[in-house]
């Protein structure tokens, strides 16, 4: 049992109250830590820290502070199967995913950054008889707001570009998956990064996460989470004129084009439909198939569901862990109810047992890849949020009736398109309203390009510039010259 504490001023400290929330792994249902259950005045507490640090930050130069981007990452790669075997244990999710993608993925962020940042130049404007230059300044001090599918990856995303535009930080992780959280402060400590620079409150998110958004010396918000927490954010930063980043939910589409690699393409549905239990924001969770091609796609991609080795996450070989919570299982499986009401036909899972390796069976939150089809694109379970491992299956005749199904989602975030034809899937990619769309491929990512969604799904971009843009302020120095008058 560990003893999470908060992370302020350079020292671990409990809260101030004394309280404390318990944190559970989801697959044995075991009770592995327990974390301070903040309230405001350990956020003041932070913030005094962060605001004390502030000039001592920014008054590095850009190349120092992409120096200590590059020290975090190689401390955390150093941590990786640390990080991985926390990250598993915390989430559920397969300890080899957890070291792929989560841990390598966290390294990589403060790297990417570390480099992108050094190669900017001065954005300068040359007029007849002036010229203008773009001179950036931190925000201040920055909160950061994330949740629990990809813990440390999605934590270090906003990390990594707010320390290295100059600001201080305050991170509150989500109270379900605090553990990697706490271990990049640890790594923090150890490199001895000045006090306040980074502060981490742990909590709940209607009180420390509220209390971090109403601070009025919390001068920008970035946020990833779900659309309806997206909206309380919004409502209680916008007022006070915080800058604002929001990534929120997604009900993704993955469309196979008749002139598809079926090959390709069912690899490609089946990894965005199920990858991390599919509680990845990006998950292709609605498929639109060709409908001369349906039959064939549908008969092999349940196949290749039915070959997910689900089971114990600690296991090399598991392909699929559990889902993040047992009240997020009864979610998942209200919908599956939800969808044999609607007059859905459930092709495979919906059940909880383990098809794979030895596991804690009947006690963690295990439950089996599930594919459904037979609704029609409208009902609650084909237009809803679920964030498990749940698909819906639907055909079209024509293309045009395929956008109009995927584009009447209130959602908006990213989008697979699978064709032989290049053109055809360039075409039909910019008609799609998403932030993201990938053409024969899924989740391939360059941190350099704009990240985020449209519609419910969020404002703002993340990713290269665009995230240096968020935490840092911009001012133009227009300089006439003295022999233009
Ligand atoms: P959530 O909205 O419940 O919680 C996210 C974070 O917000 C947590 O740290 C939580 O404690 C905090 N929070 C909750 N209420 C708050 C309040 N009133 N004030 C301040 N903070 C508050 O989301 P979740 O269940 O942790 O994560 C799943 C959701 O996140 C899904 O909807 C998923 O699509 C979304 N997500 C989006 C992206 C993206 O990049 N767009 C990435 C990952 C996850």
């Known amino acids: 049992m560990l003893d999470?504490?908060?992370f302020i001023d350079g020292a671990f400290t409990h809260a101030l109250d004394g309280e404390s929330i318990d944190d559970y792994n989801p697959a044995t249902a075991q009770r592995i830590a327990t974390i301070p259950r903040s309230k405001f005045a350990d956020v003041e507490l932070a913030v005094t820290a962060a605001q004390s640090a502030q000039s001592t930050w920014s008054a590095l130069t850009f190349e120092q502070r992409a120096q200590w981007l590059d020290r975090i990452a190689d401390a955390l790669e150093e941590k990786t199967e640390d990080i991985a075997r926390t990250e598993s244990m915390d989430t559920g999710k397969p300890i080899e995913l957890a070291r792929r993608v989560d841990a390598a993925r966290s390294v990589s962020n403060f790297r990417f950054f570390a480099s992108?940042?050094?190669?900017?130049?001065?954005?300068?404007?040359?007029m007849e008889d002036a010229m203008n230059y773009v001179h950036r300044t931190p925000v201040g001090t920055v909160g950061l707001i994330t949740p629990w599918n990809l813990p440390l990856y999605l934590l270090t995303w906003k990390v990594a570009p707010a320390l290295l535009m100059g600001n201080t930080i305050i991170a509150k992780p989500s109270e379900i998956t605090p553990l990697t959280a706490n271990l990049l402060a640890e790594t923090l400590l150890e490199l001895e990064l000045p006090n306040g620079v980074f502060n981490l409150v742990h909590g709940l998110g209607p009180e420390v996460g509220q209390a971090l958004l109403e601070h009025p010396k919390v001068k920008a918000i970035s946020f990833t989470g779900g659309t309806e927490t997206g909206r309380i954010v919004a409502r209680t930063a916008a007022p006070m004129f915080k800058k604002l980043s929001l990534e929120l939910g997604g009900k993704n589409a993955?469309?196979?084009?008749?002139?598809?690699?079926?090959?390709n393409a069912v690899d490609g549905a089946v990894r965005a439909a199920f990858s991390n239990s599919g509680q990845v924001c990006l998950?292709?969770?609605r498929i639109f198939i060709d409908s001369s091609i349906a039959e064939q796609f549908t008969q092999r991609f349940v196949e290749k569901v039915n070959a997910i080795q689900i089971g114990d996450p600690m296991d090399e070989r598991t392909t699929m862990g559990s889902v993040i919570s047992p009240e997020h299982l009864l979610k998942v499986e209200s919908y599956i109810d939800l969808a044999i009401e609607e007059g859905g036909t459930v092709l495979t899972g919906g059940t909880r047992e383990m098809t794979g390796f030895n596991g804690p069976q009947g006690v963690g939150a295990f439950l089996r890849p599930t594919v459904v089809e037979n609704l029609p694109h409208t009902s609650r379970c084909a237009t809803e949020e679920i964030f498990g491992p749940m698909v819906t299956l639907h055909s079209f005749t024509t293309e045009t009736e395929a956008l109009e199904m995927v584009n009447s989602s209130e959602y908006g975030l990213a989008g697979s398109v699978w064709t032989t034809d290049l053109e055809r899937g360039r075409m039909f990619s910019e008609k799609m309203d998403t932030g993201i769309v990938w053409v024969n491929t899924w989740l391939h990512r360059d941190l350099r390009t704009p990240f985020g969604g449209v519609k419910n799904s969020g404002v703002g971009r993340e990713g290269g510039q665009w995230s240096l843009d968020f935490f840092s302020e911009m001012t133009n120095v227009c300089i006439k010259?003295?022999?233009s008058n």
């Open 254 to 263: 993955t469309i196979i084009l008749k002139d598809a690699d079926l090959d």
């Open 481 to 483: 010259n003295p022999d």
């Open 116 to 126: 992108f940042g050094r190669q900017q130049t001065e954005m300068t404007f040359e």
């Open 4 to 6: 999470i504490q908060n």
């Open 283 to 285: 998950c292709g969770s």
